[in-house]
């Protein structure tokens, strides 16, 4: 059974960073793709970023810019360093990963900026 264990979530001030980590269990294979979306009340799950193979990076265009995805895909873990993060990007984030056509998704962590 894959299981996603999310971390790093919680309260941050406006402007302030927050670190993201994923790990996946339950698998030999490397992921296809490992990655973290967000969604806040009201409207849809959106991409923040991915990794492609471990190699290759892909940002939504909402944090580009703001965001760094690093990626093991030898051990499966996925982290995110966010900056200067904004109160409209208050939402539960999710960490997703393919491996082949198979997809799963993490419980999601929740991410709140307030002062």
């Known amino acids: 059974q894959v299981q996603l264990v999310e971390s790093g979530g919680g309260l941050v001030q406006p402007g302030g960073s927050l670190r993201l980590s994923c790990a996946a269990s339950?698998?030999?294979?490397?992921?296809?793709?490992m990655g973290w979306y967000r969604q806040s009340p009201g409207k849809e799950r959106e991409l923040v970023a991915a990794?492609?193979?471990?190699?290759?990076?892909v940002y939504g265009d909402s944090m580009k810019g703001r965001c760094t995805i690093s990626a093991d895909n030898t051990k499966n873990t996925v982290n995110l360093q966010m900056n200067s993060l904004k109160p409209e990007e208050t939402a539960v984030y999710y960490c997703?990963?393919?491996?082949?056509?198979?997809?799963?998704w993490g419980q999601g962590t929740q991410v709140t900026v307030s002062s």
């Open positions: 997703k990963m393919m491996i082949g056509i198979y997809e799963y």
């Open positions: 990794s492609i193979g471990g190699a290759k990076t």
């Open positions: 339950g698998t030999r294979f490397g992921f296809r793709s």
